[in-house]
């Protein structure tokens, strides 16, 4: 199985999805990415297959199941959220220890990718990183790196 530990803001949602919000004086739940995001995404994962393990900080206060509703609103028809990691440690030892607990159950993980714009507390799990920039989020180079690497082999 592939997985894609995927934060949201900065990879999904960028700083003009926060400022067109500000400005237009809806709430928080009315955020959305971009229709270009939300494609590239929907494109990420149809050639991947990659489930996704929520590391954002919206996994906070959210199942499993929300998050899966949360990404199809965005768009995300074909995003099957697998979990989310815990809320105890730096993002790295969070997504090590979600990893490690996989190990003894039948979803093997071959191999994974973090899609991440903040890489201060990633540690050991840096060489995984796929990193954008939150101004930016995803581009089409972020996708074809993701499924090179996921792909590959
Ligand atoms: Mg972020």
Redesign the pocket.
């Known amino acids: 199985m592939k997985v894609i530990f995927l ?1 949201f ?3 999904l949602l960028t700083l003009s999805d926060y400022v067109r919000l500000a400005k237009s004086g809806l709430s928080l739940d009315d955020l959305c990415p971009s229709k270009a995001v939300q494609n590239l995404f929907q494109e990420l994962l149809a050639r991947t297959n990659a489930k996704i393990v929520v590391s954002s900080s919206f996994r906070i206060g959210r199942t499993t199941a929300e998050l899966e509703t949360l990404l199809q609103s965005w768009g995300c028809s074909n995003g099957h959220v697998l979990g989310r990691t815990s809320d105890m440690k730096t993002r790295g030892e969070e997504i090590e220890e979600w990893l490690k607990q996989r190990e003894h159950t039948h979803m093997d993980v071959d191999r994974f990718v973090i899609l ?3 890489v201060f507390d990633l540690g050991n799990m840096l060489p995984w990183v796929v990193k954008t920039e ?1 101004e930016v989020g995803l581009t089409q180079r972020h996708v074809d790196e993701v499924v090179e690497r996921l792909n590959d082999d």
């Open positions: 934060d803001d900065g990879v991440e714009d903040d939150f």
